[in-house]
Nanobody
Framework: VQLQAFGGGLVQPGGSLRLSCAVSGFSLDDLAIGWFRQAPGKQREGISCINSVTNDDGSTHYADSVEGRFTISRDNTKNTLYLQMDNLQPDDTAVYLC?????????????????WGRGTLVTVSS
């Protein structure tokens, strides 16, 4: 299983970015997959995940800190996970990572995910 997140960059407060996570080694439909972030000096935080479609209901889940601003989605034809981030704020500055859980349902706990990709840095600043 390999994952690679990309799409980060510098954005002004109130701006938007879309992150992508290219996945290989398994089908995006089969396992729970999620987005996490880690700001300097802080613990890794689960922000969004999506259940398996094949083995669960495909539903999405969000942390309170991003609910209503971020949207997780996937393109099964490209085996790619996305995170649309709108109304970004300086507190959203972090390295963003994608990860896969060896199960079909989500839990926003980084310790419950098993495969991790390299992250991409998002900086929100004026």
């Amino acid at each position: 299983v390999q994952l690679q997140a990309f799409g980060g960059g510098l954005v002004q407060p109130g701006g938007s970015l879309r992150l992508s996570c290219a996945v290989s080694g398994f089908s995006l439909d089969d396992l729970a997959i999620g987005w996490f972030r880690q700001a300097p000096g802080k613990q890794r935080e689960g922000i969004s995940c999506i259940n398996s479609v094949t083995n669960d209901d495909g539903s999405t889940h969000y942390a309170d800190s991003v609910e209503g601003r971020f949207t997780i989605s996937r393109d099964n034809t490209k085996n790619t996970l996305y995170l649309q981030m709108d109304n970004l704020q300086p507190d959203d500055t972090a390295v963003y990572l994608c990860a896969v859980r060896r199960d079909s349902w989500c839990i926003l706990n980084p310790n419950r995910f098993h495969y991790w990709g390299r992250g991409t840095l998002v900086t929100v600043s004026s």
